[in-house]
C-alpha cells in the first residue's frame, strides 16, 4: 500500500497551492481519508478529513475557511486546495487513509496509512 503525496513547494503569504495524494495497492473508497502537517520540533496536526463518500468534510479551526479537502474515488486520488496561505501553514504535509471504518477523522490512531510527505513553506 502506498500513499504518494505532490503538490508542496514555496508559495508568499497569501498565495495557492493544491496537494494531490495517489492512492495504489488497494481502494481506498470505502474509508475515510485525511491530511496532517508537522511543523519542524511539533507534533503532527490534523489539518482536514473526509468521509468515503466525500459529502462530509471536517476541518481544524486554523485552516477552516481557506483549505478544501475532496477526493475522486474512481482514480484513487485525495486533494488539498489550500488558499489564502499563511507562513504559520508551513510545515510537512502527510496525506493518510484509514483502514477499517471510522466514525473520528481528526486523529492521527485513526490512520493506518501514510504517505511520504511533502513540504510546504510559506514565506512572508
Known amino acids: 500500500v502506498q500513499l504518494q503525496a505532490s503538490g508542496g513547494g514555496l508559495v508568499q503569504a497569501g498565495g495557492s497551492l493544491r496537494l494531490s495524494c495517489a492512492a495504489s495497492g488497494r481502494t481506498f473508497s470505502n474509508y475515510g481519508m485525511g491530511w496532517f502537517r508537522q511543523a519542524p520540533g511539533k507534533e503532527r496536526m490534523f489539518v482536514a478529513g473526509?468521509?468515503?463518500?466525500?459529502?462530509?468534510?471536517y476541518y481544524s479551526d486554523s485552516v477552516k475557511g481557506r483549505f478544501t479537502i475532496s477526493r475522486d474515488n474512481a482514480k484513487n486520488m485525495v486533494y488539498l486546495q489550500m488558499n489564502s496561505l499563511k507562513p504559520e501553514d508551513t510545515a510537512v504535509y502527510y496525506c493518510?487513509?484509514?483502514?477499517?471504518?471510522?466514525?473520528?477523522?481528526?486523529?492521527?490512531?485513526?490512520?493506518?496509512?501514510w504517505g511520504q510527505g511533502t513540504q510546504v513553506t510559506v514565506s512572508s
Open positions: 493518510s487513509a484509514q483502514g477499517r471504518p471510522s466514525m473520528v477523522l481528526t486523529a492521527t490512531g485513526e490512520y493506518s496509512y
Open positions: 473526509i468521509r468515503w463518500t466525500g459529502s462530509s468534510t
